[in-house]
């Protein structure tokens, strides 16, 4: 045996996204890319802003002495600046450029979360559904993930929460807008779940820490405005990226900000540093850094995932899939016809559309279905779609 056991182990279970992704690959080669309707994957399909391109073609054009040599392991003092100042104000509270950490991507920035924080046999609590790389990336700091389920329409369930506290849980992890479902929190519960974070970090005599995943923030429908999650908590931790708010998921960008009303502040964010560095990243890459400061207040044109979601829910909802209506992100996570989430998956491969059986999330009896791709290929799917349903009984029309 060359490998580790538990890389062995791990391997085994290997991830659901990546299996249809590849299964769709192998569907793709046999009838062509067109007639393959692929929803296995969350990747971005809108192009950067045109902004992004322009800065990176006038560096390249007048490059800055230095700028592909290393640098303070949290990065750039003029990004963390920038980033400090659109968390001041979007917050109302003290950022300084100290509470911002520079990371590879939100995948990058939750790790060495991890790496700081966690003791062997430490917990975090995380609401299920959830995106299932959390559970790798908590065991890779030795800690252990603890999972609390959701109500019927993903929001979170508070006393499931308190129930899961207790001398061993470290922090409690919230990714809102969601992955799997497109869920995103409300200020009461957000507000609930500050209070009852205080009460039991009260009673355990430490400061258990909230870490909000916030990858797809900008990534919000209905004009709604998503909570400050900063403003329900002290001991709050915002890990985000431009994977997606500016569709760099490739160029592994993104950062960790520690509230400045943090009691550990300073330590968290030293040992933050500290793990960058260790666990190989070194810095987030120096290009990027340059590139996303001044674009804080961008975005893609979040209207188009917007007309998607309502394409694609109203055609759902008509075929008689029950499927909760997602306010942000870009996925929906449906409930499957049958119990068996894994067969009913197949059956949509038949039709030569791929999704991600709900098991890969931590929820049997669902799917779930990533729809940044192209318009067509949702309309090319939709007829799939309708006679799956209608072969289950659901169908209506
Ligand atoms: C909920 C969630 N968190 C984190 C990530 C990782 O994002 P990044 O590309 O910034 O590492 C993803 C990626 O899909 C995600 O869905």
């Given at each position: 045996?060359?490998i580790?056991?538990?890389v062995?182990?791990a391997?085994?279970?290997?991830?659901?996204?990546?299996?249809?992704?590849?299964?769709?690959?192998?569907l793709?080669?046999l009838h062509?890319?067109?007639?393959?309707?692929?929803?296995?994957l969350?990747?971005?399909?809108?192009?950067?802003?045109?902004?992004?391109?322009?800065?990176?073609?006038?560096?390249?054009d007048?490059?800055?002495?230095?700028?592909h040599?290393?640098?303070?392991?949290?990065?750039?003092?003029?990004?963390?600046?920038?980033?400090?100042?659109?968390?001041?104000?979007?917050?109302?509270l003290?950022?300084?450029?100290?509470h911002?950490?520079?990371?590879?991507?939100?995948?990058?920035?939750?790790?060495?979360?991890?790496k700081s924080?966690l003791?062997e046999?430490?917990?975090?609590i995380?609401?299920?559904?959830?995106?299932?790389?959390?559970?790798?990336?908590?065991?890779?700091s030795?800690?252990?993930?603890?999972?609390?389920?959701?109500?019927?329409?993903?929001?979170l369930d508070?006393?499931?929460?308190?129930?899961?506290?207790?001398e061993?849980?470290?922090?409690?992890?919230?990714n809102?807008?969601n992955?799997?479902?497109?869920?995103?929190?409300?200020?009461?519960?957000?507000?609930?779940?500050?209070?009852?974070?205080?009460?039991?970090?009260?009673e355990?005599?430490k400061?258990?820490y909230?870490i909000?995943?916030?990858?797809?923030?900008?990534?919000?429908?209905?004009?709604?405005?998503?909570?400050?999650?900063?403003?329900?908590?002290?001991?709050?931790?915002?890990?985000?990226?431009?994977?997606?708010?500016?569709?760099?998921?490739?160029?592994?960008?993104?950062y960790?900000?520690?509230s400045?009303?943090?009691?550990?502040?300073?330590?968290?964010?030293?040992?933050?540093v500290?793990?960058n560095?260790?666990?190989?990243f070194?810095?987030a890459?120096?290009?990027?850094?340059?590139?996303?400061?001044?674009l804080?207040?961008n975005?893609?044109?979040?209207?188009?995932?917007?007309?998607k979601r309502?394409?694609?829910?109203?055609?759902?909802?008509?075929?008689?899939?029950?499927v909760?209506?997602?306010?942000?992100?870009?996925?929906?996570?449906?409930?499957?016809?049958?119990?068996?989430?894994v067969a009913?998956?197949?059956?949509?491969?038949a039709?030569?559309?791929?999704?991600?059986?709900?098991?890969?999330?931590?929820?049997?009896?669902?799917?779930r279905i990533?729809?940044?791709?192209?318009?067509?290929?949702?309309?090319?799917?939709?007829?799939g779609?309708k006679?799956?349903?209608?072969?289950y009984?659901?169908?209506r029309?």
């Amino acid at each position: 045996m060359v490998i580790s056991k538990k890389v062995k182990n791990a391997l085994q279970g290997a991830s659901w996204v990546r299996r249809m992704f590849e299964e769709g690959e192998e569907l793709k080669r046999l009838h062509g890319a067109d007639n393959v309707f692929d929803f296995s994957l969350g990747n971005p399909n809108l192009e950067p802003p045109a902004s992004l391109k322009n800065a990176l073609k006038a560096l390249a054009d007048c490059p800055i002495p230095g700028m592909h040599r290393y640098m303070p392991n949290c990065g750039y003092s003029e990004t963390r600046t920038a980033i400090a100042e659109y968390l001041a104000e979007e917050s109302g509270l003290p950022f300084k450029e100290k509470h911002v950490v520079m990371t590879v991507g939100a995948a990058g920035g939750l790790n060495v979360i991890f790496k700081s924080i966690l003791d062997e046999g430490d917990e975090v609590i995380v609401p299920s559904p959830y995106f299932m790389e959390f559970k790798f990336y908590i065991e890779n700091s030795g800690g252990q993930i603890r999972l609390v389920q959701t109500h019927e329409d993903f929001s979170l369930d508070l006393k499931e929460i308190e129930k899961a506290i207790h001398e061993k849980t470290k922090a409690v992890l919230v990714n809102s807008p969601n992955n799997p479902t497109g869920v995103v929190y409300d200020d009461a519960s957000l507000k609930k779940l500050g209070e009852l974070l205080k009460k039991k970090s009260k009673e355990l005599g430490k400061n258990l820490y909230l870490i909000s995943d916030e990858a797809y923030r900008r990534i919000v429908f209905d004009g709604i405005k998503l909570p400050i999650m900063f403003n329900t908590y002290p001991h709050t931790i915002r890990v985000t990226s431009h994977s997606k708010d500016l569709s760099l998921p490739g160029e592994r960008i993104g950062y960790v900000a520690v509230s400045p009303l943090c009691e550990e502040a300073d330590d968290l964010i030293a040992a933050i540093v500290f793990a960058n560095r260790v666990l190989g990243f070194v810095n987030a890459p120096a290009l990027m850094q340059r590139l996303v400061a001044p674009l804080q207040k961008n975005s893609v044109n979040v209207r188009i995932y917007e007309e998607k979601r309502d394409l694609f829910y109203d055609a759902l909802k008509a075929y008689g899939y029950d499927v909760v209506k997602p306010q942000g992100a870009f996925y929906f996570f449906p409930k499957a016809p049958i119990e068996d989430d894994v067969a009913f998956v197949k059956e949509l491969q038949a039709k030569r559309i791929l999704t991600v059986p709900g098991t890969g999330f931590g929820k049997p009896g669902y799917f779930r279905i990533a729809y940044a791709v192209d318009k067509k290929v949702i309309e090319g799917s939709l007829l799939g779609f309708k006679e799956v349903a209608m072969k289950y009984g659901i169908g209506r029309r």
